[in-house]
């Protein structure tokens, strides 16, 4: 049964696009030496990973791409992606910040995917799966723009597990009955959770603890020994 009357506010999405802009800019911002990247660079990463997740949400429902609907969208990104540059250094002092602006974020593209899924007709697992893939989408495509190892940067700390928790609570919770809007409100509220807790705790799944293991012992073979 699909619902058709379900619109994300504008204002949600653009609350969700600008935090996601000041996370990717300030993620951006930190590089140094080879990827440090300029002020349009900056901005560019920023819109990336605000813009991201609506975008491979929208082509995944094959739906209108509703941040190409508004001159909203991009103004919120480029605007957002400036402040983050502007105030890395003030936001790296408060890593504490940072951490939740990431958790929040997963957590609203995530809720806005699978709530937008199930309310076109989408069947719970391929929602679920749309509202994942939103989540993680914008730092998916962060990482790919700047080269970075995506599957080390997602699987760690459980940043997609937590997404993938929060969507599966909010397509039971409407299969239960409860309206979106409150489905979606326990989704960003379970995966932000998770996604702290993870960090907080150092908590990870046991195939990114053995990355990083031979990442490190793949480093430390590299430094040369000095023999007196």
């Not at 105030?87 to 997963?106: G, K, T």
């Not at 996604?195 to 990083?212: G, K, M």
Request: net charge neutral; hydrophobic share 60%; glycine share 12%.
């Amino acid at each position: 049964m699909t619902e058709p009357l379900f619109v994300i506010p504008l204002w949600a999405d653009l609350v969700a696009v600008g935090l996601g802009g000041v996370q990717g800019a300030l993620f951006a911002s930190g590089f140094l030496g080879q990827r440090r990247l300029d002020l349009l660079g900056v901005t560019i990463i920023g819109i990336v990973m605000g813009m991201g997740g609506g975008l491979i949400r929208d082509l995944l429902l094959n739906v209108e791409l509703a941040t190409m609907q508004s001159n909203w969208y991009l103004i919120t990104a480029t605007a957002a992606s400036l402040m983050g540059m502007l105030l890395a250094n003030l936001f790296q002092r408060l890593n504490a910040v940072i951490v939740a602006l990431d958790a929040l974020v997963i957590g609203l593209f995530g809720a806005f995917g699978t709530a937008k899924a199930l309310a076109i007709g989408l069947p719970p697992v391929p929602a679920v799966f749309v509202g994942v893939c939103a989540a993680v989408g914008g730092g998916i495509l962060r990482d790919v723009f700047m080269g970075l190892p995506v599957a080390i940067m997602h699987v760690g700390s459980l940043y997609a597990v937590a997404a993938g928790v929060g969507c599966v609570v909010l397509a039971v919770a409407h299969a239960l009955g409860a309206p979106l809007v409150v489905a979606a409100v326990a989704c960003v509220i379970v995966t932000t959770v998770i996604r702290l807790l993870a960090v907080i705790f150092d908590i990870s799944l046991p195939e990114q603890r053995a990355l990083h293991r031979r990442k490190v012992a793949l480093e430390t073979s590299a430094i040369p020994i000095i023999k007196p």
